[in-house]
Structure formats: structure tokens, C-alpha cells
């Protein structure tokens, strides 16, 4: 991990905020960073947590993945930073 400040934790923190939009486990979602191209798992991303919205960032170059703001009634997600969404679902 490219941080070390106290701020930082890893993706699982946005697993619970996340779990009410997606009807999955977000968890072992392979997020592609839009920047340097490496596809981890969203529990291997770095997540900040606790400001007016929460900051998925890539743990490769640090680059933004995801903004996530929950509102009372409303998500807003942007998801520009990342290339790509790769989420495991049952076999059909
Ligand atoms: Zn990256």
C-alpha cells in the first residue's frame, strides 16, 4: 500500500455504504483503474471514509476510482475513474 497516512482504509469500508445500491457483494468486484490500467478487487482498492462523501482511490497509482455520496433520500456515484466493473453473479 502506497499510504500510510490514518485516513486510509481499504475498499471493505465502502462494502456496507455500497450494499444498499448493488445487490451483490461489491467486495470482490475487479474495479480497472482508468489511469494505469490494474484491475484489483474492490476490498484491495483504498477507501476514505467519513468526509461529506467517500473516496475510493487505486491502490496501485493512487488515482480516483469512485465518489460516493449518500444523501437522505439519494447515492450519487461517479465512477469515472474507473474503466471497468467486473462483478461476479451466480451462473445462470
Ligand atoms: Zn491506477
Not at 2 to 24: R, T
Not at 66 to 74: K, L, N, P, S, Y
Request: glycine content about 8%.
Amino acid at each position: 500500500m502506497h499510504f500510510s497516512d490514518d485516513l486510509a482504509l481499504d475498499g471493505n469500508a465502502l462494502a456496507g455504504p455500497m450494499a444498499e445500491l448493488f445487490a451483490v457483494d461489491v467486495t470482490s468486484a475487479l474495479v480497472m483503474c482508468n489511469d494505469c490500467g490494474a484491475a484489483k478487487p474492490l476490498a484491495e482498492q483504498i477507501a476514505y471514509v467519513g468526509g461529506p462523501g467517500s473516496v475510493l482511490r487505486c491502490s496501485g497509482c493512487s488515482a480516483v476510482l469512485v465518489r460516493f455520496v449518500q444523501t437522505r433520500d439519494a447515492v450519487w456515484l461517479d465512477v469515472r475513474g474507473s474503466a471497468s466493473w467486473q462483478i461476479p453473479i451466480a451462473p445462470a
